[in-house]
């Protein structure tokens, strides 16, 4: 049986644009709201900057 965080990292995508992780997305940012895990690649990451850092949730940008 796989370990979880294996086979969660084949199949993540960007929760903003959609954009598919090749393997385990090492510079991606992620952010748990809710109790669910959100993953964003870099440039979702980057525009969104201060939003993240000030802990908004997705929803707000």
Known sequence: MPRP???EARHI???R????ADGPPLT????ME???RHYFCDNCARSNLRAI?????????
Request: with cysteine; charged share 15%.
């Open 5 to 7: 965080d294996t086979a």
């Open 28 to 31: 991606w940012t992620c952010s």
């Open 34 to 36: 809710n109790g669910i």
């Open 13 to 15: 995508v960007c929760a």
């Open 17 to 20: 644009c959609g954009t598919p």
């Open 53 to 61: 850092e000030g802990r908004l949730d997705s929803a707000w940008w």
